[in-house]
Structures are given as structure tokens and as C-alpha cells.
């Protein structure tokens, strides 16, 4: 079945501008990527409930004895951890799905077509995003449900969220330059490996500060412990951590991070799509 095309705005005299066949092509490729998930719904059902059975499963086995050393629950403090979790793991769909486009001669058809050249990326941008928000909704519903209550204000909550989707859109470029790159399936299986030790050497479950002092310090710099830390104190969560100077200017690396991840791998991907087999 063909994929839907938008509706393409025009001016006066009938021709169409750059922006518009951007907007309308990146659209396009949206629509065609979330077609796609109906054919996967096992697949995706289970990458949105997975951060929930991570949750339960250390509630379960440290959450008695971490919550009366943190100040507070320990699934008020873990909770954020999750949301950041959350959209890092992302990256690991991203890359699949853009190798597999990229192996199966998907993206050079499209690059074939006469379509904007940012459509391609952009759309599996935007719709891997959408997938990141049905997630982290499907997580907060988790956590409520759990018994988590976030004391916090609608702004709060916005910046929280928009802190989260900064580092999804850092590993969506990630993903994207891993995923072009990638000479085959069994060529990523070292960045999935990977994503777990970012994520474990990080604030998400434990407190840094109970750490060796040279691994708390790693574990304070890692761009996820710096989204996480924030949206604790977004969501008045308890606030722990090494005495580093990562941990005293999470907010700030919340901010820079992923703007220098998006910085580094951005050119890189758009390079790489443009060379592709060339």
C-alpha cells in the first residue's frame, strides 16, 4: 500500500517552495515509519513496558534498602532515572531501524526520488520522537500507578519533559549516523551492548555518592545522570550525588550535553546519508 503523501502548499503561481516539499516530504516519511509499527505491535508493546519491569524489578530488590538513605521514596527518586532511561534505550530502535532501510536499499530508493534530502532523516526523527512520548507516557502512567506522586507545577512538568526529548533528539543523531554506518545487524550488536554500562555507571538507580570516588565522578558526567538529576529537581524528587563538579552543575550539563552531542553527530549524519554509497 502506498504511503499517504501531505498536502503541499502553493504559492500564486503554482510553484512550490523548498520549505514546503521539506515540511510535506518529511511528513510523508513520518506517516510511512508509524505505518510500520501496526506490522511490529509485539515488538513495540514490549519496548514501552520494558522501563516498567526495569522499575519493578529494582523497587523490588534495592528500593527497601536505598529509600531511607536518599531523604525520600526510593520510586520518587528512581522514577526520573526511568524517564531518562527511557529515551536513551531509544537509541537502540533508531539505529536498527535506520540500518535496516540503509542494508535493504530502502534509503537509496528514497534518495532516487525527488524529495527534499532531509526528509528521510526528518521523518524517522519525528516519528521515532512520537514513539519516545508514547513511552514516556505509558512510564509516568506505570509510576502513578505504582505510587509515585510528583510534587510539581504544569511549567516544571514541561521543562522536565523538554529536558527529556533534548536527550532523545541527541540519540536520535546517534542512532542515525550508528544506523547508516552500520555494515550489518551483527555490526551494532557492540553499541547495545554498550548502552547498558552508560546507563548502569550513571544516577538513574543508585546515588553516585555511594560510589568509589573516581567512578561517582565518571558516573556524574554521564549526559543521562545529568538529565535525570534535573528532572528530580523539576518533579521535587530526592536530590543525591557525588561532590564533583558534574553533580553541581547537573542543570547546566542537562542543557549542554545534548546541544554538543547534536552539534557532533548531526553534520556527521547528514555527511554520511549524503555519501551513501556514492
Same mark, same amino acid.
Given at each position: 500500500?502506498?504511503?499517504?503523501?501531505?498536502?503541499?502548499?502553493?504559492?500564486?503561481?503554482?510553484?512550490?517552495?523548498?520549505?514546503?516539499?521539506?515540511?510535506?516530504?518529511?511528513?510523508?516519511?513520518?506517516?510511512?515509519?508509524?505505518?510500520?509499527?501496526?506490522?511490529?505491535?509485539?515488538?513495540?508493546?514490549?519496548?514501552?513496558?520494558?522501563?516498567?519491569?526495569?522499575?519493578?524489578?529494582?523497587?523490588?530488590?534495592?528500593?527497601?534498602?536505598?529509600?531511607?538513605?536518599?531523604?525520600?521514596?526510593?520510586?520518587?527518586?528512581?522514577?526520573?532515572?526511568?524517564?531518562?532511561?527511557?529515551?536513551?534505550?531509544?537509541?537502540? #530502535? /533508531?539505529? &536498527?531501524?535506520?540500518?535496516?532501510? *540503509?542494508?535493504?536499499?530502502? !534509503?537509496? @530508493?528514497?534518495?532516487?526520488?525527488?524529495?527534499?534530502?532531509?526528509?528521510?532523516?526528518?521523518?524517522?526523527?519525528?516519528?521515532?520522537?512520537?514513539?519516545?512520548?508514547?513511552?514516556?507516557?505509558?512510564?509516568?502512567?506505570?509510576?502513578?500507578?505504582?505510587?509515585?506522586?510528583?510534587?510539581?507545577?504544569?511549567?516544571?512538568?514541561?521543562?522536565?519533559?523538554?529536558?527529556?526529548?533534548?536527550?532523545?533528539?541527541?540519540?536520535?543523531?546517534?542512532?542515525?549516523?550508528?544506523?547508516?554506518?552500520?555494515?550489518?545487524?551483527?555490526?551494532?550488536?557492540?553499541?547495545?551492548?554498550?548502552?547498558?554500562?552508560?546507563?548502569?555507571?550513571?544516577?538513574?538507580?543508585?546515588?553516585?555518592?555511594?560510589?568509589?570516588?573516581?567512578? #561517582? /565522578?565518571? &558516573?556524574?558526567?554521564?549526559?543521562? *545522570?545529568?538529565?535525570?538529576? !534535573?528532572? @528530580?529537581?523539576?518533579?521535587?524528587?530526592?536530590?543525591?550525588?557525588?561532590?564533583?563538579?558534574?553533580?553541581?552543575?547537573?542543570?547546566?550539563?542537562?542543557?549542554?550535553?545534548?546541544?554538543?552531542?547534536?552539534?557532533?553527530?548531526?553534520?556527521?549524519?547528514?555527511?554520511?546519508?549524503?555519501?551513501?554509497?556514492?
Amino acid at each position: 500500500m502506498s504511503t499517504p503523501t501531505a498536502p503541499i502548499a502553493t504559492a500564486p503561481d503554482g510553484t512550490i517552495s523548498p520549505a514546503a516539499r521539506a515540511v510535506a516530504d518529511t511528513w510523508t516519511i513520518t506517516r510511512r515509519d508509524l505505518q510500520h509499527w501496526r506490522y511490529m505491535i509485539g515488538t513495540k508493546v514490549f519496548n514501552w513496558l520494558w522501563p516498567l519491569i526495569l522499575m519493578a524489578l529494582f523497587l523490588g530488590l534495592i528500593g527497601g534498602a536505598l529509600g531511607d538513605d536518599l531523604g525520600g521514596s526510593y520510586i520518587d527518586f528512581v522514577m526520573p532515572g526511568i524517564l531518562a532511561m527511557t529515551v536513551f534505550i531509544g537509541l537502540e #530502535g /533508531t539505529m &536498527a531501524a535506520v540500518s535496516t532501510d *540503509s542494508l535493504r536499499g530502502i !534509503t537509496d @530508493r528514497f534518495r532516487s526520488l525527488p524529495m527534499s534530502g532531509i526528509a528521510v532523516v526528518g521523518g524517522r526523527c519525528l516519528a521515532d520522537l512520537l514513539d519516545s512520548l508514547v513511552t514516556i507516557l505509558v512510564v509516568i502512567a506505570g509510576g502513578l500507578a505504582f505510587g509515585w506522586r510528583p510534587e510539581t507545577t504544569v511549567p516544571e512538568a514541561l521543562a522536565a519533559l523538554g529536558l527529556l526529548l533534548m536527550l532523545r533528539i541527541a540519540t536520535l543523531w546517534i542512532g542515525i549516523y550508528i544506523g547508516l554506518k552500520a555494515t550489518g545487524p551483527e555490526s551494532l550488536t557492540p553499541v547495545n551492548i554498550m548502552v547498558w554500562p552508560v546507563l548502569f555507571f550513571s544516577s538513574v538507580f543508585i546515588d553516585t555518592s555511594t560510589m568509589p570516588r573516581w567512578l #561517582g /565522578t565518571t &558516573a556524574d558526567a554521564n549526559p543521562v *545522570s545529568a538529565t535525570a538529576t !534535573t528532572v @528530580r529537581e523539576l518533579l521535587s524528587a530526592p536530590v543525591v550525588g557525588g561532590e564533583s563538579w558534574f553533580a553541581d552543575n547537573a542543570t547546566i550539563l542537562a542543557l549542554v550535553w545534548p546541544a554538543l552531542i547534536v552539534a557532533i553527530f548531526l553534520p556527521l549524519a547528514v555527511s554520511t546519508y549524503r555519501h551513501l554509497r556514492s
